[in-house]
């Protein structure tokens, strides 16, 4: 089985949590490599990985925003605030070198929060059929 198509399988069977939790690590490793690359001068690798961060949060929020979402109003609320701060603190990164850690702690206070618990890590997964 290829590479790729190990990927497809993956992708198909994963709980969309687990997926979102991929994500937010692929995007916070980004900041977190985008942090040394403002400390060198790399403005490009910076922009690029805040650009990705804001694309994320913009898409969470766009998708908090249709009134069909099913997650809790206050909680749909408060990701819309937080996609707004981001999108807010990437400008000031960029323009006036704000701090990048807050947008990393931010991202890993989600991460925290899409783990599964060890208790459901140790359920067996329902048949499907």
């Known amino acids: 089985m290829s590479v790729q198509a190990y990927q497809t399988a ?9 997926t979102e939790y ?4 692929q ?3 980004a900041l977190m490599n ?8 790399d403005l490009r ?3 690029d990985a805040l650009d990705w961060n804001r694309r994320v949060w913009s898409a969470l929020a766009l998708d908090c925003s249709d009134r069909d ?4 109003d206050a909680l749909r609320a408060g990701i819309i605030s937080l996609s707004l701060f981001v999108s807010k ?3 000031a990164v960029m323009r006036n070198g704000a701090d990048i ?3 990393i702690d931010i991202n890993r206070t989600i991460m925290q929060g899409l783990e599964p618990s060890p208790a459901a890590q140790r359920q067996p997964l329902a048949a499907t059929g």
Do not use: C, M, Y
């Open 22 to 25: 991929r994500l937010f690590a």
């Open 101 to 103: 850690d807050t947008l």
């Open 89 to 91: 603190h990437s400008s």
């Open 69 to 72: 979402n099913k997650l809790p």
């Open 45 to 47: 690798a910076l922009a």
């Open 27 to 29: 995007v916070t490793r």
């Open 34 to 41: 985008a942090k040394q690359a403002q400390a060198d001068g």
């Open 10 to 18: 993956a992708t198909r069977s994963e709980d969309p949590r687990a």
